[in-house]
């Protein structure tokens, strides 16, 4: 069971999801339900009898029915070192808040979300090289080898339950399209941090000469500047540096003006960026 196809790129193409390529090389069947709660394909999962329910980052919810369905259990690969991070989006938030690991977690899928007893974990560094899609590549094999290693355990009855500890729960709800606004006024190194979060999936935007702009690479520097926050530091053919929050300062890597393609900052200084000079305060909160 997977999501069904969606429109992917900028020509919006119908793509299927790599969990339905994988199951069509293979012969498996699928089910693609776009809401599960009360469809067909609910019905038809019910009725399979599975012993078994295994989910990763499905991104619906599972009706309690369903999950009884599994005559041994039901188990998530959840993308955190739970109970830290509960919810759709526990790989963007250990990014932006600039935690140095994160990891997988085996856990019995119960009613109330990501709450379920813990079977295993494994712990993942973190590296200022990492964002979203890096992340969840690496999350996705050790989770993969952690299930593998642990789901024999559970079926024969000698795995270890633990609890998740109440006071120590922490919640990464869905990336809004507010958040996607990054907030200049942040130090540069948090600024980073939302950069990386959000990259490369949606990636965050600011407004650059009140043009929406994404930022898709930045690098924190040392230096700093009592310039205005989205003030430019030093510009030249192949460098821009702008001052963030509490007067850092950043070097702009990659970026990608509205309705253009990415563009590293050389290209983009030699075109659309060549009126850009150093004292402008060109990044505001709001399109002017």
Avoid: C
């Avoid at 196809?5 to 090389?25: E, F, I, M, T």
């Avoid at 599994?70 to 993308?79: D, L, S, T, W």
């Avoid at 979300?113 to 964002?131: H, I, S």
Wanted: hydrophobic share 40%; aromatic share 4%; glycine share 8%.
């Amino acid at each position: 069971m997977t999501q069904p196809d969606r429109k992917v790129g900028r020509k919006q193409r119908l793509a299927a999801s790599p969990v339905k390529q994988a199951a069509q090389k293979h012969d498996i069947p699928v089910l693609q339900p776009e809401k599960l709660s009360g469809s067909p394909e609910l019905a038809q999962a019910i009725a399979m009898a599975p012993d078994l329910i295994v989910t990763a980052a499905y991104g619906q919810f599972l009706p309690t029915k369903f999950l009884e369905a599994a005559k041994i259990i039901a188990v998530n690969v959840h993308g955190s070192l739970l109970p830290k991070y509960r919810g759709g989006a526990p790989i963007q938030y250990s990014i932006m808040n600039g935690d140095s690991e994160t990891g997988v977690t085996i856990i019995e899928m119960v009613k109330k979300m990501d709450a379920g007893d813990m079977f295993a974990q494994a712990k993942l560094p973190l590296t200022r090289a990492d964002d979203t899609g890096t992340v969840f590549a690496k999350l996705s094999l050790l989770g993969r080898d952690l299930l593998l290693e642990t789901l024999p355990k559970i079926i024969a009855g000698t795995a270890t339950r633990t609890p998740q500890d109440p006071d120590k729960v922490t919640f990464s709800p869905t990336i809004t399209k507010e958040q996607e606004h990054l907030n200049i006024h942040l130090p540069a190194k948090a600024l980073d941090q939302w950069i990386r979060a959000l990259r490369p999936d949606v990636g965050g935007y600011v407004y650059l000469n009140g043009q929406r702009t994404k930022l898709w690479a930045i690098t924190p520097l040392s230096a700093g500047s009592t310039l205005p926050a989205g003030s430019i530091v030093e510009r030249d053919k192949h460098r821009l540096v702008m001052v963030a929050g509490q007067q850092t300062t950043f070097q702009v890597d990659e970026l990608q003006p509205a309705g253009k393609a990415k563009q590293s900052i050389a290209d983009f200084l030699n075109g659309p960026g060549q009126q850009l000079v150093s004292g402008q305060q060109v990044i505001t909160d709001d399109p002017e």
